[in-house]
């Protein structure tokens, strides 16, 4: 099985890909579309968008399933779960051939503990079922990303744990306070985040989405207050959404990510890819300054 934390040990710096929900709006996907069917129904589209982010220099990609649990899915494609999980891991091991990695993409399920919506153990075994279609399919890690609530996240921690013997990456989204703090939605703080998730045994951490590099920067620096040791991926977004003209944008230009990654790379960040609004040209551009800095 081939290993990220040892690559890492090789190279400091990993480059991951960009963001896959914006560039599937721009291939055709409709609001309230299910994107993991796509990689049943427009197989070929999926693969396209993989195969950019190796060309542009990514050292691995994730996959389209980041809203493929069974919770998500729900009751229409839910028992689909296994089989959509891995076939987009099939597409995405396709596209990046024996040499680069392969996250497999776990997202939240949009449900809430604390409310009553659904129980832990019903988590558990949505997590459990979609991280086997993705283990079934030829990834190398899993990437638990874009949450916001620990007790969730220890859910789909433990289903990775416990049928699988694949790395763990995991990543929270953090807003800006008015006070400048940063803070998940459910009132995490990195800091936070990075002790209960080292405590729960994950091989990497880190932020995604909801910040371009400049607030990214900050995170990084807060996770790396309480933990040097655990290497930190960065999937930023590309700048701060903006409406212009009736559609919303993400102003960062590859070139100004570009000039801001050395000093994310500074504050202590081991792998960085994009997010929204990210594209090949982003990746394209990282890759280049990662490159020089070795």
């Known amino acids: 099985m081939r290993s990220i934390i040892d690559q890492l040990k090789k190279n400091k710096i990993l480059v991951s890909d960009g963001g896959?929900?914006?560039?599937?709006?721009?291939?055709?996907?409709?609001?309230g579309d299910c994107p993991e069917l796509w990689n049943e129904t427009h197989r070929a589209d999926v693969l396209e968008i993989a195969k950019s982010y190796i060309t542009a220099g990514a050292d691995m990609i994730e996959t389209n399933s980041f809203g493929g649990s069974r919770i998500k899915l729900a009751h229409d494609l839910g028992?689909?779960?296994?089989?959509l999980n891995k076939m987009a891991a099939e597409i995405s091991r396709e596209a990046a051939g024996d040499d680069k990695f392969v996250l497999g993409s776990v997202g939240p399920t949009g449900k809430f503990l604390m409310t009553g919506e659904v129980t832990e153990e019903e988590l558990y075994d949505s997590f459990k079922v979609q991280v086997e279609g993705l283990r079934d399919g030829g990834v190398d890690a899993i990437c638990i990303e874009?949450?916001?609530?620990?007790?969730e996240a220890l859910q789909a921690i433990n289903a990775v744990k416990d049928n699988t013997e694949l790395e763990i990456i995991t990543t929270f989204t953090f807003d800006k306070a008015p006070d400048d703090s940063y803070n998940s939605m459910m009132g995490i703080k990195p800091s936070q985040m990075a002790e209960t998730l080292a405590d729960a045994g994950v091989d990497i951490f880190g932020t995604n989405c909801g910040n371009g590099f400049e607030g990214m920067i900050d995170i990084v620096k807060e996770i790396r207050e309480v933990n040097t040791v655990?290497?930190?991926?960065?999937?930023?977004?590309?700048g701060l959404p903006v409406e212009e003209d009736g559609k919303i944008v993400y102003p960062d230009s590859p070139e100004r990510m570009a000039e801001l990654?050395?000093?994310?790379?500074?504050?202590?960040?081991?792998?960085i890819g994009g997010c929204?609004?990210?594209?090949?040209?982003?990746?394209?551009?990282?890759?280049?300054?990662?490159?020089?800095l070795k």
């Open 146 to 151: 874009t949450f916001y609530d620990t007790q």
């Open 276 to 292: 929204c609004g990210t594209t090949p040209d982003h990746i394209r551009a990282i890759k280049e300054v990662v490159i020089k």
């Open 261 to 271: 990654t050395p000093t994310l790379i500074a504050a202590g960040a081991n792998i």
């Open 79 to 83: 028992e689909r779960t296994y089989e």
């Open 230 to 238: 655990l290497p930190v991926l960065v999937h930023a977004n590309a």
């Open 20 to 31: 896959w929900g914006t560039y599937l709006y721009a291939k055709g996907l409709q609001m």
